[in-house]
């Protein structure tokens, strides 16, 4: 059964630094590897989505990689602002892709002004 | 182009009542997944539908279910709720069934059980 793990599960910085999420997982069987955004009470907002073939991704300040062999991917978020608030989640879709997206606790981040 | 819709984004029931939640995914999507977000669990995956048909289903009790009609849109059912049914359900649409699909995901409807 494939589980997912995010650390730190809260982060506070203060603006302007660059950070880095962490997201494991334990079977390296995957179709691919989505990072996600949360607002408090909302849905959730696609980043980004590495395929199981790729490497990395990038959209304007995010970076996201893939080591699949080794069950990791780094969110890494450039120059931070305090807009980037949010719950970060990390979800997996397993070999076969019978069970849906398995999804991480997330990362609950503030940006300090 | 519009993003997945849920109606309604709130609803209060009382136990042993049910609900009916709707979904209508983004156009041109045929697959619609249901989530289950609680504080203690996470999101945890409920079922998917492809072409009118359940494609999988996660490990949740025979009380949830779900239909997708022929225009793609996705309806959810929670029969004798109970207390522990509370939580923001999300729904999520893509292209294709299975596979490398990106998800995107509606704003959730939030239920509460009283």
């Known amino acids: 059964k494939q589980e997912v793990t995010q650390i730190p599960a809260a982060l506070s910085v203060p603006e302007g630094e660059n950070l880095v999420l962490n997201c494991s997982f334990t079977?390296?069987?995957?179709?691919?590897l989505q990072w996600f955004r949360q607002d408090p009470g909302k849905g959730l907002t696609s980043l980004l989505l590495?395929?199981?073939?790729?490497r990395e991704q990038t959209s304007g300040r995010l970076n996201a990689s893939l080591d699949k062999s080794s069950g990791r991917s780094t969110l890494y978020i450039a120059a931070s602002q305090p807009g980037d608030s949010a719950t970060y989640l990390c979800?997996?879709?397993?070999?076969?892709?019978?069970?849906?997206?398995?999804f991480g606790k997330g990362t609950h981040l503030i940006i300090q002004p | 182009k519009a993003g997945v819709t849920q109606t309604p984004r709130y609803l209060i029931k009382t136990r042993g009542q049910q609900v009916t939640l709707s979904c209508s995914p983004i156009?041109?999507?045929?697959?619609v997944s249901w989530y289950q977000q609680t504080p203690g669990q996470g999101l945890q995956f409920l079922f998917e539908?492809?072409?009118?048909?359940?494609?999988n289903k996660g490990n949740f009790p025979g009380r949830f279910s779900g239909r997708q009609f022929s225009n793609s849109r996705s309806e959810m059912n929670v029969s004798t709720l109970e207390l522990g049914d509370s939580a923001l359900y999300l729904c999520?649409?893509?292209?294709?069934?299975?596979?490398?699909?990106?998800?995107?995901f509606g704003p959730g409807t939030r239920l509460t059980v009283l």
């Open positions: 999520a649409s893509s292209f294709l069934s299975g596979g490398a699909n990106e998800q995107f």
């Open positions: 079977d390296s069987a995957i179709y691919n």
């Open positions: 590495i395929q199981s073939s790729q």
């Open positions: 979800a997996v879709k397993s070999g076969g892709g019978a069970d849906g997206l398995t």
């Open positions: 156009s041109g999507h045929r697959s």
């Open positions: 539908y492809f072409s009118e048909t359940q494609r």
